[in-house]
């Protein structure tokens, strides 16, 4: 499915990192994405490469996850229109942190890192959004450990 450029600042105005941006500002960054329909169980990306791109999920929804040594998958979160995932690997060492597989048809915006930095640069308050969004991630997967650990005590 197409989407049209209206359709997809509407879109990216309804991502929380990007609501307080105009509708000419999000044209730029509209113009300089790219978008990517993934099929049901189709990986987006593999823990471990290499990432240089940060995705925003327009619609559809992605599980994130990891494997475990001993080769069991552990859905870490499921993520949904507006949610934005990808960006651990562009501010960290580089390598993806997680998996991720589209649950249904899902259209996302790809973000490169060059991008997204040019972002950052002409719009500082984004960056103070995206550490908010990855600070509550971090709490979700902490207190989903949390439970259960206390589950197996």
Not at 59 to 87: A, C, H, Q, W
Not at 107 to 118: A, D, F, N, P, T
């Amino acid at each position: 499915m197409k989407i049209t450029l209206h359709e997809e600042i509407k879109l990216l105005k309804s991502a929380p990192l990007f609501q307080a941006f105009k509708e000419e500002e999000l044209k730029i960054i509209a113009l300089t994405t790219e978008n990517i329909i993934y099929e049901p169980l189709e990986i987006i990306v593999n823990e471990g490469d290499e990432g240089n791109e940060a995705h925003i999920i327009y619609y559809g929804s992605v599980d994130v996850f990891r494997k475990t040594d001993d080769g069991r998958l552990i859905t870490l979160n499921r993520m949904g229109p507006g949610d934005m995932f990808g960006e651990f690997a562009l501010f960290g060492n580089g390598l993806r942190t997680a998996s991720a597989r589209a649950v249904e048809e899902t259209l996302v915006c790809v973000i490169s890192k060059e991008r997204l930095y040019e972002i950052i640069r002409a719009f500082p308050g984004i960056a103070i959004a995206m550490l908010r969004n990855i600070t509550e991630r971090f709490a979700y997967v902490e207190n989903q450990l949390i439970g259960k650990i206390a589950q197996k005590e």
